[in-house]
């Protein structure tokens, strides 16, 4: 969506789409800054529906501003927030479609012609999120007990270290192993066990879900194995039945499952 | 993403090299060690053969253990971190 050409001049200006929504009222957004400070956010009307959109300089936008600022911790996160506080507003007075951070257009006539050819896809997607949010549930593997590593103690146990070992000592050695390597991987099964039953549970009350990649472990060696990386949406009537569920499944399985939101259903919004 | 310069250092180098080397000895290590259980649960090996490859693998473990001492390389140092694949060693 986001069209960047390298004819920009300095003081070309570029229209920034923060959200599509149905019906805003204009009120809610008189007190946002948006993501420049010379400019109001305003309404931007195409095929029925509003896009709310900000004028900003064009130069402020480049791919090689956006590199910079992607570098930029601080100066990312103010604009991610900028956005998103947007986002939020609007979500929160009307049924509202997200568009992605940094979704922009050279100028007016060029933004009002890339929305409505694509106003059938944002009809689809505000009637599938009305009335809806977003919940993200994260699901980490039951603490194990500390396991065997297997190694054996180099000093302690094996003084002669560089004598054969007793007869035997092989055979016990690789039974250990394999006690260790049949624990693992009844563990991993366990754990893909539990991911499938969280997500069966949770899909019976969400109007539809999806599951994202899951999260690397942490570092550090002992970080929690996330098994379950999801995000559903949920009828707003129904987010009450969040929270027994998340505790049932918590009692049944003893894993530890997060459970985040409402948020505005981000992730709902790319599919027809 | 990250303004931080690289930083030779020699002491450093030499430290990461003896954990490289370490890991992938330790690779290797675990991937016989799986190999020869799998080997026992296909029957094909006597137990005298069995307690030999074992013993073997033992003592190859322990000399890992004495040279991860040596260096000051703690176990969990010899793990990496591919990303979406997950680890390159088995993380317990």
């Known amino acids: ?272 | 993403m990250t303004n931080q310069r690289l930083d030779i250092d020699s002491d450093q180098l030499g430290q990461d090299l003896v954990a490289l080397v370490l890991t992938v000895v330790e690779l290797l290590r675990q991937l016989m060690e799986r190999q020869a259980i799998r080997r026992i649960d296909q029957g094909d090996l006597t137990d005298g053969q069995v307690d030999e490859i074992g013993t073997t693998l033992m003592l190859l473990d322990q000399r890992m253990a004495e040279l991860c001492e040596q260096h000051g390389v703690r176990p969990e140092d010899l793990n990496l971190d591919l990303g979406p694949l997950g680890t390159l060693l088995p993380r317990d």
């Open chain 1, 1 to 272: 969506m986001t069209e960047r050409g390298p004819e920009q001049t300095a003081d070309e200006s570029a229209l920034y789409v923060f959200a599509v929504c149905n019906a805003p009222d204009p009120a809610v957004f008189v007190r946002l800054p948006g993501v420049a400070v010379e400019t109001q956010l305003r309404p931007l009307r195409f095929g029925g529906l509003t896009a709310i959109v900000q004028t900003v300089r064009a130069a402020d936008f480049t791919d090689e501003a956006w590199q910079t600022r992607m570098s930029d911790r601080d100066e990312l996160e103010r604009y991610a927030r900028a956005h998103h506080d947007v986002v939020s507003a609007a979500a929160a007075s009307c049924p509202t479609v997200p568009l992605p951070l940094a979704t922009l257009y050279h100028g007016e006539e060029r933004a009002r012609r890339a929305l409505l050819d694509e106003t059938e896809r944002f009809r689809a997607a505000l009637e599938r999120t009305a009335g809806h949010c977003e919940w993200g549930v994260k699901v980490y593997a039951p603490e194990s007990p500390p396991p065997d590593q297997g190694h054996l103690p180099s000093r302690e146990e094996a003084p002669a270290a560089r004598s054969r070992p007793a007869p035997g000592a092989g055979l016990a050695y690789l039974e250990r192993k394999r006690g260790v390597q049949a624990q693992r991987e009844r563990r991993h099964e366990d754990a893909l066990r539990v991911a499938e039953t969280v997500d069966a549970a949770f899909q019976c009350i969400a109007a539809s879900g999806r599951r994202l990649r899951l999260h690397a472990p942490e570092p550090a060696g002992q970080g929690r194995v996330q098994v379950l990386n999801a995000t559903y949406l949920v009828a707003e009537h129904q987010a009450a039945e969040l929270d027994a569920l998340t505790r049932t499944l918590r009692d049944a399985t003893g894993a530890r499952i997060e459970v985040s939101g409402p948020w505005v259903p981000y992730s709902f919004v790319g599919e027809v």
